[in-house]
């Protein structure tokens, strides 16, 4: 594809003023006017009070970008805007944790056939609080799985199809990874392609997706090797750890302290609006 160039000393703001807005859509390519980077879109995210967007190259690089202006579109400079908020008719006043804008007066509707899996209860528990109020609007559950080992077992069990898609949000989810080899071989079974979606998050567990400036510290702590993950954690701060109740509550306080979206990091963030996007647009 041929792209005019088309660098930001020619931007002056009453020609930005007039610049179509085009809502960004997973897929599209686009080229970054300033580096000439030229890519696909595959993400967007919210970070820091701000809409960005991950460009995929050929090679398959990627490369992340503030939503706005200095994107070409088939050549064209466009100002890139977030898609319109899922049920954004009849909205009243206010946002909800997720950042959408709240629907004013929506019951929750009867729950769909598609839904979303997560690996655990702490997992289920953080997508409720930030993003629960979305999800009744558009009527998908979250369940946990309490692990991923027979994920191939439990899809093949839930038969995805059309109007029965599965978005599955795996922890620790790396190349290389027994989760990254579990999940490659549940999307090459039968009937998972374009009705199973399966992404992660880096994090060893779902309690580092809070942003630790949220609880007051710089880093999460370091567990050493061998050491159980959780009761390391609580153990550095200085919690009670010796229990499955120490966890539990330790864990409670934790989820407190999460607000909104802007308390998560953005590498959580994406995957679960691209869950929520996977099963909602047709």
Not at 36 to 55: D, N, P, Q
Not at 186 to 197: D, H, I, Q, T
Request: no cysteine.
């Amino acid at each position: 594809m041929q792209y005019q160039k088309w660098g930001p000393q020619e931007i002056t703001a009453p020609v930005s003023s007039e610049l179509p807005e085009v809502p960004v859509e997973r897929g599209m390519v686009l080229e970054d006017a300033q580096s000439g980077w030229v890519g696909a879109v595959t993400r967007v995210e919210k970070s820091g009070g701000m809409h960005v967007v991950a460009l995929e190259d050929r090679l398959g690089k990627s490369r992340t970008f503030r939503l706005g202006f200095g994107f070409l579109l088939e050549g064209q400079p466009i100002r890139l805007v977030p898609r319109a908020p899922r049920q954004a008719a009849a909205v009243g006043v206010g946002r909800t944790a997720s950042g959408s804008v709240r629907v004013a007066g929506q019951r929750a509707q009867v729950a769909k056939a598609s839904r979303i899996w997560v690996e655990g209860k702490h997992d289920a528990e953080l997508v409720e609080k930030v993003w629960g109020d979305d999800l009744r609007v558009e009527g998908i559950v979250v369940e946990p799985l309490h692990g991923i080992d027979d994920l191939a077992g439990a899809v093949a069990a839930f038969g995805p199809g059309p109007g029965r898609r599965l978005g599955v949000l795996v922890d620790h989810l790396v190349p290389d990874s027994k989760e990254s080899r579990i999940a490659a071989a549940v999307m090459a079974s039968p009937g998972a392609a374009g009705n199973v979606l399966i992404v992660g998050h880096p994090y060893v567990d779902v309690w580092q997706a809070i942003r630790p400036a949220v609880l007051g510290i710089e880093k999460w702590p370091v567990v050493p090797r061998g050491q159980d993950w959780k009761t390391g954690i609580l153990e550095a701060f200085g919690w009670p750890h010796s229990t499955k109740e120490d966890i539990g509550l330790g864990w409670q306080k934790l989820l407190g302290a999460v607000r909104s979206y802007a308390d998560l990091e953005a590498s959580l963030l994406g995957r679960v609006e691209e869950v929520i996007d996977f099963l909602t647009v047709p």
